[in-house]
């Protein structure tokens, strides 16, 4: 018969203290850090942190229109708050208004990716429409009419590297020309980009694109 060491009080205390940790880890993700969060999704583990933001209708914006990210919501793909880098901020809307919100363009085309992985029950083919931020103006607009500038000394939240964007492909390439990097379209942005920036990914100060 297996007999088990003899353990003294304290000792027992300390296990059961680490089994309610672990426990608390594995079936209480929506509670885990953003920093806890980032090393997840960096080892190719995903934390639902995020669901998706419902639809006001008293918000006065159209049922797929660009809104302002809440202070409180997080990046379904690495726990940040995108509220905290307004410059970088990112969202993708669904048909029926749910609204995900993204700390920068690459977690948005991360996400765009496979949405069902970080968001359970749901498909790329339910977005109605996805914005990022223009360096120039910091204005909402369409992800996937947007230029953006790949390589550049821009610094984004949590990650070396990140996709600056913009409305126009001459303010695209002004940018270039004074931080470096190459101009891109959405469709150029390939899965092994943005496997190669979202293995960058760390945390950092963000510095602003413009």
């Known amino acids: 018969m297996l007999r088990l060491p003899a353990l003294k009080p304290l000792h027992w205390a300390s296990l059961a ?9 594995l079936f209480t993700p929506w509670r885990t850090s953003s920093s806890d969060a980032a090393l997840l999704a960096a080892a ?9 933001t419902p639809y006001d209708p008293k918000s006065g914006l159209g049922l797929h229109e660009a809104r302002t ?3 409180d919501v997080r990046c379904p793909v690495c726990g940040m708050f995108p509220a905290r880098s307004p410059d970088w901020a990112a969202q993708s809307i669904f048909d029926n208004g749910d609204t995900q919100f993204f700390d920068s363009p690459v977690s948005l085309f991360l996400y765009l990716q496979d949405v069902g992985r970080y968001t359970r ?7 109605a ?6 360096v120039s103006s910091g204005a909402w607009i369409n992800a996937h009419e947007a230029f953006y500038v790949s390589g550049s000394n821009a610094l984004g939240p949590m990650r070396a590297g990140n ?5 126009s492909a001459a303010a695209a390439q002004r940018f270039a020309g004074t931080r470096g990097g190459v101009r891109l379209q959405a469709w150029q942005i390939s899965p092994k980009l943005l496997q190669d920036l979202g293995g960058e990914r760390r945390h950092a100060h963000p510095t602003p694109p413009g």
């Open 17 to 25: 203290g680490l089994v309610l940790v672990v426990a608390g880890l």
């Open 44 to 52: 190719g583990e995903v934390c639902i942190v995020a669901p998706p």
């Open 69 to 71: 990210v809440p202070a």
């Open 121 to 127: 029950g749901r498909q790329a083919s339910e977005i």
């Open 129 to 134: 429409a996805s914005y990022v931020k223009d």
């Open 163 to 167: 996709l600056p964007a913009f409305a």
